[in-house]
């Protein structure tokens, strides 16, 4: 089976997660195209092929070399993004792309303009395949399992040299909980790639560590006209407490290594008032900062306005797995970049402005990088990714394996 072929047959098969359930896998049609995997890998003799009682699907490619290498992992999601519907995928294939704004939709008019996503520009000449326009299309990670599969696939009918090789495809990643109930130690292997990044090249090992805090703000409501040196408007002291976090560290005015507060949800009114920051930061030492800086607002708001007015509660959400690299480990990110080198791709290594599954599986035991799948534009219509691209991703996993075997 060619890559594009498998990765149609993925993205057919309606994945979409759900953060408002409680189950795991979040919904139950992921089980369908886990159902899907476990055949595949099956019908090319992995062993210990299965999907677990919460849908995570393992495998195992046995070594058939003598000498011992590293048991290297690949992991990718099944599950798209809630953010758009992954219900009837029905991609769009454009071959020797011409460089001009891509009509998605006929009738309903929905364009693809250069104009807006100007990176297209980087892919003429190539094969694009993008969405109708009214879905998503599921790259991000349909593509890391294609990239996978095909990859295994090619190193088993060549008979190339490889060492074990431990596959996982995990649910509910878009939701936040793919490493949640990982098995990390019957997983086996001594590291491991997430397939799950953006265009051709890119390499990631550094992630935010990161953190919610949700603050309650106690005020005392009194009839405006009488209020005076009695009302505590709980509104107004949540405006002190924002008031008193440095004004140019907000995801608005940062990029790169630079950490932020972040104030995505204010409600209440006068008598109570609710705010649910996030703080994210590259550093430990200055998210360790960040954390002391808000408790210590808290702790001069309770003084000016008595105690308990304002209150935060603090919770680590993830670390940057950067961590948890020791020296003896940087042959992990070296390889992949050796073997984007062997496959005419230029590695681009950039630190995320979010976390993945891989930081937590770092913290779990699995040190786990994040490789280019080649996709762009993920979680809505515009997403899309040259076929070419998928490819070279596919061969970077194979460059990876056969490196270690040698
Ligand atoms: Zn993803």
């Given at each position: 089976m060619e890559i594009l072929e498998r990765f149609l047959n993925y993205v057919a098969i309606d994945t979409e997660s759900n953060e408002n359930s409680d189950t795991c896998p979040s919904t139950s049609k992921q089980l369908d195209l886990a159902d899907l995997l476990v055949k595949e890998m099956t019908d090319m003799n992995l062993s210990d092929v299965y999907v677990d009682q919460h849908g995570y699907v393992y495998g195992t490619v046995a070594a058939n070399i003598d000498k011992e290498v590293p048991i290297v992992g690949l992991i990718a999601h099944m599950d798209t993004s809630p953010d758009f519907s992954g219900k009837d995928v029905k991609p769009n294939i454009i071959e020797s792309y011409d460089g001009n704004d891509v009509l998605l939709n006929k009738e309903k008019n929905i364009v693809m303009k250069v104009e807006d996503?100007?990176?297209?520009?980087?892919?003429?000449?190539k094969t694009l395949i993008t969405t109708d326009g009214t879905t998503l299309l599921g790259a991000d990670d349909k593509a890391g399992i294609a990239s996978i599969l095909h990859a295994i696939d090619e190193i088993i009918k060549s008979g190339m040299p490889h060492g074990t090789v431990k596959i996982a495809f995990t649910p509910d990643e878009e939701i936040g909980?793919?490493?949640?109930?990982?098995?990390v130690e019957k997983f086996g292997a001594d590291f491991a790639y997430t397939i799950?990044?953006?265009?051709?090249?890119e390499l990631n090992y550094e992630n935010f560590n990161a953190a919610s805090c949700v603050i309650t703000i106690n005020g005392v409501n009194i009839h405006p006209g009488s209020a005076k040196n009695k009302m505590k408007n709980a509104l107004l002291i949540g405006m002190e407490l924002n008031d008193m976090?440095?004004?140019?560290?907000v995801p608005s005015a940062t990029e790169l290594r630079e950490g932020f507060y972040h104030l995505n949800d204010f409600e209440g009114n006068v008598e109570c008032a609710k705010m649910n920051y996030i703080i994210r930061d590259h550093f430990m030492d200055s998210f360790e900062k960040r954390k002391e800086l808000m408790n210590e607002a808290v702790m001069y708001l309770n003084k000016k306005h008595g105690v308990n007015t304002v209150s935060a509660s603090m919770k680590d959400s993830y670390y940057n797995m950067?961590?948890?690299?020791g020296d003896n480990q940087m042959h992990i990110i070296e390889t992949a970049e050796k073997a984007m080198e062997m496959a005419d791709v230029m590695p681009h290594i950039s630190p995320i402005r979010g976390g993945t599954d891989g930081s937590r599986l770092s913290y779990m035991g699995l040190v786990t990088p994040n490789i280019f799948t080649g996709g762009f534009n993920f979680h809505g219509k515009f997403e899309c990714i040259p076929l070419e691209s998928l490819e070279k991703s596919s061969e970077v996993v194979k460059n990876i394996i056969k490196i270690y075997a040698e």
């Open positions: 996503f100007p990176n297209l520009k980087k892919y003429i000449g909980r793919g490493a949640d109930l990982f098995n799950d990044g953006g265009e051709i090249g976090l440095p004004k140019n560290e950067l961590e948890k690299f």
